[in-house]
């Protein structure tokens, strides 16, 4: 590979860019142009360990200090962020390809977590009870666990990582983030930034990579915690094999997100919220809608309705004006999703919206798949079956909820499931009943706030806690709890027996 022209990105270390010494590079690519725009370096275990040292060295003097000081470092980055918000939203929207609108969405959301974190001094509050003994004190605190990775998938770039980072720094941790491959560049700005907001040198590192790098970081003696966000066998490995590392590990897997149509829903509402839903970011959305399931009679209206809208969608460059859906991240991914298609036709789903072969003027390198519909999909179907992750939408028609939810419970993916209907007693059903981590009740994509916690069931999570929200604190936390008396002179000291309070 010619590295002499390109821009060759650093790692981020120790609070500046830091050369790497792998001689393995990766290359960047624009999806809506198909052009390669720089090159990343594949971290080897020498840059990983000059990474997690600088963590470890930071560690002492960070967790050490108040959490009032740290948080207000976040509250600075925060507002850096916004400052900042276009130049970000214009760097992801150049290496993933999503529209500038959609991108400076996802940066919003990461932001709220930054947000979050800045209450760490009440979050971080443990419990206390006087004369627990006659006596006798008890309380507990949460105590940062040392240096913690993040490992993170491309599909956001910006929001996935400040899932993680803003919290576990502001518990007092020190982080290295592996951010992916595809699209590196933004992670660095984000480095930049927490400097100028005066994030002390090794808090905060970057190395990019590819499984070389992970298997550094999962087998590092010094790294504490592994947070992975990406797809389902990746997130099973770095779950394994963390766990034999005896590191504290939570893995987010892939996804297969249902929307159920109930036939009294309102479908002008249902289809443009499962339109927004099924194609935006072209379906690279963990939590994007990939199968319709239409209860009772209302599949031909709502199929009608979908292919319509389906059709008018306007796709090209994410940085071009009125583009609603962007190109897919590689050659290989509109490959892979469009030969997909190809199955499901094979397979003998009806192909109502066909997208494999767009005309996008002046791009006809990019990455571009169309907006595609199936109807008359079943569960044995491979399009059913397999996280397609791009922009197809699946209809499965089901005789009543209940089929909808055991069709939905059988899935092995449990990440999101969204309901629309006007019965507040199936809304109610369906909450209770449909066994997935995220459950929307008209509302197609139930990402919860950065004050509640993130994450679905069965393949779509391994580990015990979701990210953000207090479950973000309580994976970047460990208990201490401490029991004390103050004794006057001459008091009995606890002598041979179990000592028993009171
Ligand atoms: P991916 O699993 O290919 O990559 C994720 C990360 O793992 C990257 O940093 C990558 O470098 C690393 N990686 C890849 N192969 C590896 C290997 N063999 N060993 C060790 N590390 C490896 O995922 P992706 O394609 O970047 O992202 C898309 C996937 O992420 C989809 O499946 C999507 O559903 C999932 N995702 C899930 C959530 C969620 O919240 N559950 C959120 C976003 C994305």
């Known amino acids: 590979m010619d590295l002499t022209t390109l821009e060759r990105l650093p790692l981020w270390i120790g609070g500046r860019a830091h050369s790497p010494t792998t001689t393995r590079y990766g290359e960047v690519t624009n999806p809506a142009t198909g052009e390669v725009i720089r090159h990343v370096p594949y971290a080897n275990a020498a840059d990983v360990d000059a990474a997690v040292n600088a ?26 962020l916004d400052r900042h918000r276009k130049d970000l939203a214009r760097i992801v929207t150049q290496e993933h390809g999503k529209t ?27 419990e206390h009870s006087d004369s ?18 993040g490992i993170t998938p491309f599909n956001f770039p910006a929001m996935v990582p400040m899932w993680m980072f803003p919290i576990a720094i502001a518990c007092g941790n020190t982080f290295v983030l592996k951010p992916s491959e595809r699209d590196p560049t933004l992670s660095l700005r984000l480095g930049e930034l927490l400097q100028e907001a005066g994030l002390p040198d090794g808090v905060f590192n970057v190395v990019h990579g590819d499984k070389e790098a992970v298997d550094a970081l999962l ?108 190109p897919v991240i590689t050659c290989a991914a509109r490959d892979r ?12 789903a009806s192909l109502v919206v066909d997208g494999r072969r767009p005309t996008i003027a002046g791009h006809a390198s990019g990455f571009f798949v169309g907006p595609t519909l199936f109807d008359h999909v079943t569960p044995d179907m491979t399009i059913y079956r397999e996280e397609i992750f791009g922009p197809v939408l699946i209809v499965v028609r089901a005789e ?37 981590g995220m459950a929307g009740i008209n509302v197609p994509i139930p990402v919860p706030m950065a004050f ?16 953000h929200g207090t479950d973000g604190v309580r994976f970047y936390t460990r208990l201490k709890t401490v029991t004390a ?3 006057d002179d001459g008091s009995a000291a606890p002598g041979f027996h179990m000592p028993v309070m009171g």
Request: net charge neutral; glycine share 10%.
């Open 100 to 126: 500038l609108v959609d991108a400076e969405g996802s940066l919003t959301r990461g932001m709220e977590v930054v947000e979050f974190a800045t209450g760490i001094p009440h979050l971080l509050k443990g």
């Open 219 to 326: 087998a590092h003696p010094r790294v504490r915690a592994v947070s992975f966000v990406g797809s389902t066998p990746i997130a099973r490995y770095i779950y394994e094999t963390g766990a034999k590392h005896g590191k504290r590990v939570q893995a987010l897997g892939g996804a297969k997100n249902h929307a159920v149509v109930m036939p009294d829903a309102d479908l002008d509402f249902a289809t443009e919220a499962i339109i927004g839903a099924g194609y935006g970011s072209a379906g690279e959305r963990c939590m994007a809608i990939s199968a319709v399931v239409a209860v009772g009679d209302v599949a031909d209206s709502l199929v009608e309705r979908l292919a319509a809208r389906a059709k008018r969608i306007t796709t090209g460059p994410g940085d071009a004006p009125d583009i609603e859906m962007g």
């Open 452 to 467: 509640y916690s993130f994450g679905g069931w069965r393949n779509s999570l391994f580990g015990d806690l979701n990210v």
């Open 132 to 149: 627990v003994g006659t006596e006798v004190d008890s309380w507990s605190m949460r105590m940062p666990l040392g240096v913690c990775a």
């Open 400 to 436: 009543s909820l209940n089929d909808a939810v055991t069709m939905i419970n059988e899935n092995p993916y449990a990440n999101g499931a969204a309901l629309f209907t006007r019965s507040g007693h199936a809304a109610r059903r369906f909450q209770q009943d449909v066994e997935v």
């Open 337 to 348: 999703i469009t030969g997909l298609i190809d199955r499901g036709v094979s397979e003998g």
């Open 485 to 487: 008396r103050w004794p």
């Open 55 to 80: 963590a470890a060295d930071a560690f002492p003097a960070w967790s050490s200090t108040p959490s009032l000081r740290r948080a207000r470092v976040l509250m600075k980055f925060r507002d850096l």
